[in-house]
């Protein structure tokens, strides 16, 4: 009757094995806010670039302007001190020429729309391994439109 008892009682400690949360070896990813972060800027001379610049009818010219244009409002954002020296985060940053989908390029719509995406891609610590989340990270983006006198622009801000 032992025996038979054992064997009654073996399927249930295999469940209670199989339910038990094995909380104590595993480990959550842990944000590493203190790791000095690295900041990256490029601007994008992709085929969508391109083509965007050529749906605005834009001159070899305008496109060298309007990169300045982009350019200079990295470099005034990347003077935050967040952006200036990043802590936690490695803000990748990219910009270009944008045509929004169902935009018309007529005299009742603003000039040019530039986009500059901030991607953040937080550090974190797991099992001791430090990587950096580069999928799908955390992204803010601006739209700047630039009107037909220079000095008036927009900036939209898409979080």
């Known amino acids: 009757m032992s025996n038979n008892r054992k064997m009654k009682s073996t399927p249930f400690a295999i469940l209670l094995l199989l339910f038990i949360p094995f909380q104590a070896t595993a480990q959550d990813p842990l944000p590493v806010p203190d790791k000095p972060g690295t900041w990256t800027y490029a ?3 992709d085929e969508n670039t391109k083509m965007y610049a050529r749906q605005f009818g834009m001159t070899p010219d305008e496109i060298t302007v309007f990169r300045q244009k982009l350019d200079n409002v990295v470099k005034v954002l990347h003077r935050n001190p967040v952006m200036a020296i ?44 430090v990587y950096k989340q580069t999928i799908e990270p955390p992204r803010v983006s601006a739209l700047i439109i630039s009107g037909k006198n220079p000095i008036s622009h927009q900036i939209v801000w898409d979080i």
């Open 86 to 129: 990043p802590r936690g985060v490695d803000p990748a940053v990219e910009s270009r020429p944008l045509y929004p989908h169902g935009f018309k390029n007529h005299v009742q719509n603003y000039g040019y729309v530039g986009e500059i995406n901030f991607r953040l891609c937080p550090w974190f610590d797991s099992k001791g391994k």
């Open 43 to 45: 601007y994008l001379n």
